[in-house]
């Protein structure tokens, strides 16, 4: 009989465990989404992100493009060879910050984009 009562909690716990896990939302990218105000490229450059944002403007190119994405804190442009998505589109994306120096005289008119590695996840709003 104790046999089975432990076989019956054994069972029961794990039963508990799964629901729990199911229920939770996945967080996985939460922890570790840079907000695009945090980009600071010359202490981030080409090191991989996770960004999430909604999509505002697209430019094609003849191999992949560009598009603009905005999060509350900011907005940047992402370069991919990736299909691309759509306007008004969330997407979640992994991508490399980089920056292009642009010199003029005495100021630094330089800006910082991403180039996406992977577009993990893309939602209609």
């Known amino acids: 009989m104790l046999k089975i009562l432990r076989h019956a909690a054994s069972i ?6 799964l629901t729990g896990l199911l229920a939770c939302e996945p967080v996985t990218f939460q922890k570790g989404l840079t ?6 490229p010359d202490e981030i450059k080409d ?5 999430k944002g909604e999509v505002t403007q697209l430019a094609k190119f003849l191999d992949g493009g560009a598009y603009e994405i905005q999060d509350k804190t900011g907005n940047i442009w992402v370069i991919t060879e990736n299909a691309l998505p759509e306007e008004g589109e969330q997407v979640l994306i992994r991508a490399q910050v980089k920056y292009e120096s642009i010199p003029v005289g005495q100021l630094e008119l ?3 984009y991403v180039v996406e590695i992977e577009q993990v996840e893309r939602s209609k709003v």
Do not use: H, M, R
């Open 12 to 17: 029961t716990i794990v039963s508990l465990l």
């Open 35 to 40: 907000q695009i105000s945090d980009l600071e």
């Open 47 to 51: 090191n991989e992100i996770y960004l």
């Open 110 to 112: 330089g800006e910082a």
